[in-house]
């Protein structure tokens, strides 16, 4: 393998913050909770926990080799795996998954960030002072029927990671990474302490009986999915 003049990550921080960014996702962040709470509360806490350490982590470890060991993108990491090893050809759709499920993924993040920067133009200008769940419900369908304004603001979410991605590993996705990833830490901490009392007296007590539910895995292992993919992240590291 010939590999002496790929990129690497400035550092390990830098690395795994960007790495972190990935995980916490807007599936973690987002949809968690809510669908935490529709489908059994802590139970589905509990399968979501047994999907990561049985399936999450070996695929997890195998990226960050993979992707160390080859330095390549993910669908010619596989295809030099699979010739080197001589191997069945049907493990390139390894790589192949590696590309479709970041895609897939950004078709939806790109609609939820278009909310979001619309919600946080809402918020600067106080639109949700005394505002009910009825009016809140109002509110979106009214934003989001707006097609024009979703366009634009998918537009500039859009040119915005372009940006980030074209500036390079360490100046652009490192670089917002490290001034980011600590804000959302502070976020996250004084949100978990505002509605902590909230989630222990509903969220996490729901009925028991919708543990069952066939689909809870399906969902656990759908969040879970859209957590790991690090293969290309890996392949910026040093030997």
Not at 126 to 143: H, V, Y
Request: glycine letters at 8%; one cysteine or more.
């Amino acid at each position: 393998m010939n590999n002496k003049s790929y990129k690497t990550w400035a550092n390990r921080p830098a690395f795994l913050l960007a790495t972190v960014g990935g995980a916490v996702g807007l599936g973690n962040l987002w949809r968690f909770p809510y669908i935490a709470g529709e489908n059994g509360g802590g139970g589905f806490v509990i399968v979501y926990l047994a999907f990561v350490f049985l399936f999450g982590l070996p695929v997890l470890s195998s990226e960050l080799l993979i992707g160390r060991k080859c330095h390549k993108s993910a669908l010619n990491s596989m295809r030099e795996l699979v010739d080197l090893h001589n191997a069945n050809s049907i493990w390139k759709l390894i790589g192949w998954l590696s590309v479709l499920g970041p895609f897939v993924g950004f078709t939806l993040y790109v609609v939820v960030c278009a909310w979001s920067i619309d919600y946080l133009y809402l918020a600067s200008i106080d639109a949700f002072k005394n505002i009910n769940g009825e009016s809140s419900g109002n509110l979106f369908n009214q934003r989001t029927a707006n097609s024009n304004l979703q366009i634009l603001l998918s537009a500039m979410f859009i040119s915005m990671t372009v940006w980030v991605i074209a500036r390079g590993v360490n100046k652009g996705i490192a670089k917002v990474s490290k001034i980011l990833m600590p804000l959302l830490f502070f976020i996250i901490a004084i949100w978990s302490i505002m509605v902590m009392g909230h989630i222990f007296s509903r969220s996490m007590i729901k009925d028991k009986s919708s543990t069952s539910s066939p689909p809870i895995s399906g969902v656990a292992v759908a969040l879970l999915y859209m957590m790991i993919n690090f293969l290309v992240h890996s392949s910026f590291l040093g030997k």
